[in-house]
């Protein structure tokens, strides 16, 4: 931030808000298709309906192996029912305790904030949403910059 020197008292105005909004996330590394729900928190069924939204996407005869970090509601006892019914054709992938820099999701999350979010104001949560939804939007479709930015090369 920049103030002239001739200001002696300096206001800025933000907008006073601590809001959010939950988003969960998953990229096909086959197609670069990009997946997602937003929801009000991080919780075992919110988790549980994003899978199943994952698993509705998911190509017939294929197996769907969705790379994790270990936060608690991905470990949820609530899911074990819906875990075991489709065992075969979804494994869930934990990698070590803390460590971010691993997972492909936040790289796209990365992404997210520097073409829609950074440098940029925001008076409410709906603006803010309104613009990461149009980014998401675009990602929906295959394409390969998220294919090349989630794959392992």
């Known amino acids: 931030m920049w103030i002239a020197p001739e200001v002696k008292d300096p206001?800025?105005?933000?907008?006073?808000?601590?809001?959010?909004i939950a988003c969960f996330g998953a990229v096909s590394l086959e197609t670069g298709k990009?997946?997602?729900?937003?929801?009000d928190t991080f919780d075992a069924k919110t988790f549980e309906t994003f899978l199943r939204l994952l698993l509705r996407r998911r190509t017939c005869a294929k197996r769907m192996v969705i790379v994790l970090d270990n936060a608690r509601y991905h470990h949820a006892k609530l899911l074990a029912p819906m875990l075991h019914k489709y065992?075969?054709?979804?494994?869930?992938?934990?990698l070590p305790p803390y460590s971010p820099q691993l997972a492909p999701i936040e790289r796209v999350?990365?992404?997210?904030?520097?073409?829609?979010?950074?440098?940029?104001?925001?008076e409410t949560l709906a603006e803010v949403l309104d613009v990461v939804q149009?980014?998401?939007?675009?990602?929906?479709?295959?394409?390969?910059?998220?294919?090349?930015?989630?794959?392992?090369?």
Do not use: D, E, M
């Open 109 to 122: 999350w990365k992404l997210t904030r520097r073409l829609a979010t950074h440098n940029r104001y925001f």
């Open 11 to 20: 206001v800025l105005t933000h907008a006073p808000t601590r809001k959010s």
């Open 87 to 94: 065992r075969k054709v979804l494994t869930l992938l934990f």
């Open 134 to 153: 149009q980014c998401f939007t675009r990602w929906t479709k295959s394409n390969l910059v998220l294919r090349r930015l989630c794959g392992i090369i």
């Open 34 to 39: 990009f997946a997602y729900s937003l929801c």
